[in-house]
């Protein structure tokens, strides 16, 4: 059966200490889900920096990083469904990355992306397919495979009609590299989502989950007739959910991760986060 969790960073601001900690990982577990994805920068201490670019990214982390994540985990009843980290830690040192997500009991470390990347520039992709392949290949010499993380960045056309997340797709070895995918963040990009989840088959490891729509207050009137489109729980969006799952089953996803950073129910990543999982035991069998 496929794992349910929720990405951490959706939790981080009710994760600030450890009774409040506790409880919301309390709260996840009686909701159902069965399993929480880590978040490399937020089970360890942070700058001030870091959390307030993050904070102004529209995704503040909280200040959980000096809680005790293999006790509370263990403690949790919930499962290490992958750790996120970055392609730089891998590089620099693959067997302490290896270690920490085997700590945890995981054998998946995802990279979220790239920073500072030049997204345009072909030259850039191919370079990237080949760093992944031999990050891959390190972390898999201790027994954990690399998965890469999509956003919409990746949609960017670089030749001709290739985008960088065709050239990542055909230029990295699934012995080595294979995909966490975000359908959210394609579907906003314009992606067929549904086609690219046919062609990732059994490189799709886990599924980013989230649904897409619009929140007003009740009875409130819109300036204009234009609203902006915004994270939703699952269910209650215009995306079909049900049509990617059955792909995602056909796939063999081992796991479904819910992540949102904003436009929660009552301004709560808890609540949103209760809410999504109705939706996810009424269709995940």
Same mark, same amino acid.
């Given at each position: 059966?496929?794992?349910?969790? /929720?990405?951490?960073?959706?939790?981080?601001?009710?994760?600030?200490?450890?009774?409040?900690?506790?409880?919301?990982?309390?709260?996840?577990?009686?909701?159902?889900?069965?399993?929480?994805? @880590?978040?490399?920068?937020?089970?360890?201490?942070?700058?001030?920096?870091?959390?307030?670019? $993050?904070?102004?990214?529209?995704?503040? $982390?909280?200040?959980?990083?000096? @809680?005790?994540?293999?006790?509370?985990?263990?403690?949790?009843?919930?499962?290490?469904?992958?750790?996120?980290?970055?392609?730089?830690?891998?590089?620099?040192?693959?067997?302490?990355?290896?270690?920490? *997500?085997?700590?945890?009991?995981?054998?998946?470390? /995802?990279?979220? =992306?790239?920073? &500072?990347?030049?997204?345009?520039?072909?030259?850039?992709?191919?370079?990237?397919? *080949? &760093?992944?392949?031999?990050? =891959?290949?390190? @972390?898999?010499?201790?027994?954990?495979? !690399?998965?890469?993380?999509?956003?919409?960045?990746?949609?960017?056309?670089?030749?001709?009609?290739?985008?960088?997340?065709?050239?990542?797709?055909?230029?990295?070895?699934?012995?080595?590299?294979?995909?966490?995918?975000?359908?959210?963040?394609?579907?906003?990009?314009?992606?067929? /989502?549904?086609?690219?989840?046919?062609? !990732?088959?059994?490189?799709?490891?886990?599924?980013?989950?989230?649904? &897409?729509?619009?929140? !007003?207050?009740?009875?409130?009137?819109?300036? $204009?007739?234009?609203?902006?489109?915004?994270?939703?729980?699952?269910? $209650?969006?215009?995306?079909?959910?049900?049509?990617? @799952?059955?792909?995602?089953?056909?796939?063999?996803?081992?796991?479904? /991760?819910?992540?949102?950073? &904003?436009?929660?129910?009552?301004?709560?990543?808890?609540?949103?986060?209760?809410?999504? *999982?109705?939706?996810?035991?009424?269709?995940?069998?």
């Amino acid at each position: 059966m496929m794992q349910t969790g /929720v990405q951490q960073f959706m939790l981080g601001t009710a994760l600030n200490n450890e009774e409040q900690a506790r409880n919301t990982l309390a709260a996840i577990k009686n909701a159902g889900y069965t399993g929480i994805e @880590l978040c490399g920068f937020m089970i360890h201490p942070t700058g001030l920096m870091v959390r307030m670019m $993050t904070r102004l990214a529209g995704m503040p $982390t909280g200040n959980g990083g000096k @809680l005790d994540w293999h006790r509370l985990m263990k403690d949790s009843g919930l499962s290490v469904i992958s750790l996120h980290t970055d392609l730089g830690s891998i590089e620099r040192d693959a067997d302490a990355v290896a270690a920490e *997500a085997k700590s945890f009991g995981t054998k998946y470390a /995802v990279i979220t =992306g790239m920073y &500072r990347f030049a997204y345009s520039d072909a030259a850039a992709w191919h370079d990237l397919a *080949a &760093r992944l392949n031999k990050a =891959g290949e390190a @972390l898999a010499r201790q027994g954990v495979q !690399l998965l890469y993380h999509n956003h919409n960045c990746e949609l960017q056309r670089v030749e001709g009609e290739k985008r960088g997340y065709d050239i990542l797709v055909a230029e990295t070895d699934s012995t080595a590299v294979n995909f966490e995918f975000d359908s959210y963040w394609f579907a906003e990009g314009g992606a067929d /989502v549904a086609a690219v989840m046919r062609a !990732l088959g059994t490189r799709m490891k886990l599924w980013h989950i989230n649904d &897409r729509g619009c929140r !007003l207050p009740a009875k409130s009137q819109a300036i $204009t007739p234009i609203l902006k489109t915004d994270s939703m729980e699952l269910g $209650t969006g215009n995306l079909p959910l049900q049509d990617w @799952l059955q792909i995602a089953q056909a796939n063999q996803v081992e796991a479904v /991760v819910l992540e949102s950073h &904003r436009n929660w129910i009552d301004k709560n990543p808890v609540k949103s986060a209760q809410l999504s *999982a109705r939706w996810l035991k009424e269709n995940i069998q």
